[in-house]
């Protein structure tokens, strides 16, 4: 696609759910990352898939969080029994491999998350 | 591993005044550093990046900044600033071999007043 799909764009939830937030990179880019922005937080980083290669999972809070990337493109980032400190923006980005343009991320919209 | 340290968490400036927003950054290995830019209800985007070469960047709406390998900083810079350029202004750093992630500063709240 033209740029960094994410959805849903918004997403409420009760305490103890579990959600599912999807991100569909540029066609093309083997990079995909997923960031968490919380007021005041700036952006944390969560998880790193490059192309084939183990994913990067440091940034993880807990094992409540998990991602999957399918086929090397669509990524799936679950929360289980989501928390009230869980809300935030989930921002994906993608980036393509090699030369120049390594590292130069294109952001999604975002996916905002409230837990009630 | 890199990171980031963006001092300012929030600029105050008045219009056509010159801004500098402050990013130090800390790494065992050579770098690519950046500038994203989040305006009010938008996403990320980027502002300019140091790869290689000059170590004065320039970027969109008249931006630059200087990468600074002794002082390991890379601070952005306007000569004069709009209203317009209120936001959010991340400075990210990566090493520049292979394929390494992206790590953020906590960001600086650029406000420009009439």
């Known amino acids: 696609g033209a740029g960094v799909s994410q959805s849903p764009s918004n997403k409420v939830t009760e305490k103890g759910k579990d959600v599912e937030l999807r991100c569909d990179p540029i066609?093309?880019?083997?990079?995909l990352y997923w960031y968490r922005q919380s007021l005041g937080q700036g952006l944390e980083f969560l998880i790193y898939?490059?192309?084939?290669?183990?994913?990067?999972k440091s940034g993880l809070p807990s094992d409540r969080f998990s991602a999957e990337r399918t086929g090397g493109s669509v990524s799936t980032l679950t929360i289980q029994r989501t928390q009230q400190e869980d809300s935030a923006v989930y921002l994906c980005?993608?980036?393509?491999?090699?030369?120049?343009?390594?590292?130069?991320?294109?952001f999604g919209a975002g996916s905002r998350l409230t837990v009630l | 591993a890199q990171s980031v340290t963006q001092l300012d968490s929030q600029v105050p400036v008045f219009e056509e005044a010159p801004v500098e927003l402050r990013c130090n950054y800390s790494?065992?290995?050579?770098?690519?550093l950046f500038w994203y830019v989040q305006y009010p209800n938008q996403g990320l985007q980027l502002l300019l990046k140091?790869?290689?070469?000059?170590?004065l960047v320039k970027g969109i709406n008249g931006f630059e900044a200087e990468f600074n390998k002794s002082q390991t900083s890379f601070h952005l810079r306007k000569p004069s600033v709009h209203i317009s350029d209120t936001a959010e202004y991340f400075c990210?750093?990566?090493?520049?071999?292979?394929?390494?992630?992206?790590?953020f500063g906590t960001g600086t709240r650029l406000l420009v007043s009439p």
């Open positions: 980005a993608s980036s393509p491999s090699g030369g120049s343009g390594a590292n130069v991320l294109t």
């Open positions: 898939f490059q192309g084939n290669s183990a994913p990067d």
């Open positions: 140091y790869l290689s070469g000059s170590t």
């Open positions: 790494s065992s290995v050579s770098v690519y």
């Open positions: 990210a750093v990566s090493g520049n071999t292979g394929f390494q992630k992206l790590v």
């Open positions: 066609s093309g880019h083997t990079a």
